[in-house]
């Protein structure tokens, strides 16, 4: 599967960005996908993950309530939703999948498959 991560951009706080990963490749029902996201010097961390199947969503206590991951079925394409955004935020964002129905979601070692990183800033 061939990923495609976009989205990112400069945003003060409080604002709000989408990030959008857009899957192609086989079919992507069986996708278990996933948000990471990597400042310069410190490892990559967990954000969101989302089963495609069942759309149940998970998330890093750090983004609760202010994030949002959704999948759209007819686009094939995974959505990131960040509001109130923090210049803590600030990152880059990666996109990822593996195809499997259960995995440890925020370990990056069970995704197969990642997109290129999206640049989002957060100014404050």
């Known amino acids: 599967v061939q990923l495609q991560a976009s989205g990112g951009g400069l945003v003060q706080a409080g604002g709000s960005l989408r990030l959008s990963c857009a899957a192609s490749?086989?079919?992507?029902?069986?996708?278990?996908m996933g948000w990471f996201r990597q400042v310069p010097g410190k490892e990559r961390e967990f954000v969101a993950a989302?089963?495609?199947?069942?759309?149940?969503?998970y998330y890093a206590d750090s983004v609760k309530g202010r994030f949002t991951i959704s999948r759209d079925n007819a686009q094939n394409t995974v959505y990131l939703q960040m509001n109130s955004l923090k210049p803590e935020d600030t990152a880059v964002y990666y996109c990822?999948?593996?195809?499997?129905?259960?995995?440890?979601?925020?370990?990056?070692?069970?995704?197969?498959?990642w997109g290129q990183g999206t640049l989002v800033t957060v100014s404050s």
């Open positions: 990822a999948a593996v195809y499997s129905g259960f995995i440890h979601y925020a370990r990056q070692t069970e995704y197969d498959y």
């Open positions: 989302i089963r495609w199947a069942s759309g149940s969503p």
């Open positions: 490749g086989r079919t992507v029902s069986s996708l278990f």
